[in-house]
């Protein structure tokens, strides 16, 4: 005879630990999705999207006059823009990936902040998806080209942005050699004026020293005349001691 209380028990078992692997994975589930909904955004919130959706489901007022609808031209420059931003998100993701997995792999960077990518990664891609169907949707085979229009928008938006960079620093580097013109011409000008005062002081110095040279000639060019004299006295007193002897 089959013994069903030896059997039961083993299924028993069997039961309580699947129901309570069952519970736990659930309640896992649902504190790990609440935990990253509640993190912080890695991007700040799409304005050109929701400015797409406002103008796609505007809806009529609800005066007696009739509603214009939105013209598609006016849509398309909309998903347009909308598409240009997440090329910037692209880039962005792409560029910071590489350097937070280095950083996590290092265990500089917390479970949270990888987390917070992954989601913005994936909404990015759902983004993407988005907006090649509303491009189909607005013209046929449109999706196929949207991006590559929003790149090049993207890249002229750069190389303006790069060249008002260039004349801002263009303008302060002219007021900058302007100031430094205007000291280097001060300088030069005190150098100057150094210099010719320097020049004139050995002149003056010059004129003295010819002054004191015909001074000196002239003392001698009177000293033989002197000494002349003096002679001529000395044969006199000569004479007249002879003539009494």
């Known amino acids: 005879m089959v013994d069903w209380i030896s059997l039961a028990v083993p299924f028993a078992y069997l039961g309580i630990l699947v129901g309570s692997l069952a519970t736990f994975s659930s309640l896992y589930r649902k ?11 890695w991007f700040p919130p799409h304005l ?18 009739k509603s214009v609808a939105v013209p598609d031209s006016v849509l398309k420059a909309a998903l347009l823009r909308r598409a240009a931003e997440d090329i910037n998100r692209i880039i962005a993701i792409r560029s910071a990936k590489q350097a937070l997995n280095v950083l996590l792999q290092r265990g500089s960077v917390g479970d949270d902040l990888w987390q917070r990518f992954l989601r913005a990664e994936k909404e990015v891609e759902d983004e993407l998806k988005d907006v090649v169907q509303e491009a189909n949707a607005l013209a046929q085979n449109w999706g196929q080209t949207i991006f590559q229009s929003a790149s090049e928008m993207v890249n002229n938006t750069s190389v303006r942005q790069k060249v008002a960079e260039v004349q801002a620093q263009a303008k302060a580097d002219r007021e900058w050699w302007d100031r430094k013109r205007a000291s280097i011409q001060n300088d030069f000008m005190k150098e100057l004026d150094a210099g010719a005062s320097a020049s004139s002081r050995p ?31 000395g044969k006199g007193g000569g004479k007249k001691r002879k003539g009494k002897k």
């Not at 504190?31 to 955004?41: N, V, Y």
């Not at 406002?54 to 609800?62: D, F, N, Q, T, V």
Request: overall charge negative; glycine content about 14%; proline content about 5%.
């Open 48 to 65: 050109q999207r929701n400015i797409y959706l406002s103008l796609l489901h505007l809806e009529p007022s609800g005066s007696k006059e």
């Open 203 to 233: 002149n003056t110095s010059v004129g003295e020293k010819l002054g004191s040279d015909e001074d000196a000639v002239l003392v001698e060019a009177g000293g033989p005349a002197a000494t002349g004299s003096a002679t001529g006295g």
């Open 31 to 41: 504190r790990k999705s609440a935990k990253s909904s509640s993190l912080e955004p």
